[in-house]
């Protein structure tokens, strides 16, 4: 397995409240993904980062930011949390190679319930 | 925007029988096309892959997939299921090498002793 570690594991919050999740990486990939994942929506893409200090937003970016201050962090905000963010969230990451893009690898995973 | 459909989201069937998944995808550039699989409580794990050659892939635990360009698709097969296969497979597709995947929502296949 890849060397990811997601932090907390579980986290139960009330609305309202900032929440921060933290991914870390020891692989020193270049690309790291924030997705949620909810029964019957498969995964979806919050944000990604291409490098340090370089993000991008994906497909349900509202009420998420992010920041990667160091190549194997990266963090994932929810600034006021609802009960619609009640999900279980992925880190992944990959790494660029000669040929272009490479595979996407998980880690463990987030419970987040949002009372 | 790229889009991945997986039909049949609930699979039930005995040990031994065949599995065939379907995944299509609507892009009509170069693909990357992936299989992963989820089982229960624990994170996505990569099943098999696709980037080029030859069509037909092979991935772990017997699994393998076809790439049909002409279909714009890529479904899993395993000839024999074991009880240990009960997971969720997602199909996934990375096109014009942008970095990033678009997932299907998954089929959930439960494999009964």
């Known amino acids: 397995d890849a060397g990811i570690t997601q932090s907390p594991r579980h986290k139960v919050t009330e609305t309202g409240t900032p929440v921060t999740l933290r991914c870390h990486q020891t692989e020193n990939h270049r690309y790291m993904y924030w997705y949620r994942q909810d029964p019957g929506h498969g995964l979806r893409l919050i944000h990604y980062?291409?490098?340090?200090?370089?993000?991008d937003k994906g497909e349900v970016s509202d009420g998420y930011s992010v920041s990667r201050s160091k190549t194997e962090d990266f963090l994932l905000t929810l600034e006021s949390a609802t009960s619609s963010q009640t999900s279980v969230y992925f880190c992944?990451?990959?790494?660029?190679?000669?040929?272009?893009?490479?595979?996407?690898?998980f880690g463990p995973g987030t419970r987040l319930t949002v009372l | 925007a790229q889009s991945v459909s997986q039909h049949n989201h609930h699979v039930i069937l005995s040990e031994a029988a065949s599995l065939e998944l379907g995944c299509n995808y609507s892009?009509?550039?170069?693909?990357?096309l992936f299989w992963y699989v989820q089982y229960p409580g624990q994170h996505l794990q990569l099943l098999l892959k696709y980037f080029s050659g030859d069509p037909l892939v092979k991935g772990i635990k017997g699994f393998e997939a076809e790439f049909i360009k002409s279909k714009f698709s890529f479904n899993l097969r395993k000839p024999s299921v074991q009880w240990s296969d009960t997971a969720e497979y997602f199909c996934?597709?990375?096109?014009?090498?942008?970095?990033?995947?678009?997932f299907g929502k998954g089929n959930q296949v439960v494999v009964i002793p």
């Open positions: 992944a990451i990959s790494e660029s190679t000669s040929g272009g893009w490479d595979t996407q690898y």
């Open positions: 980062s291409y490098g340090v200090k370089d993000t």
């Open positions: 892009y009509g550039g170069t693909v990357n």
């Open positions: 996934a597709v990375n096109a014009g090498g942008n970095n990033r995947l678009a």
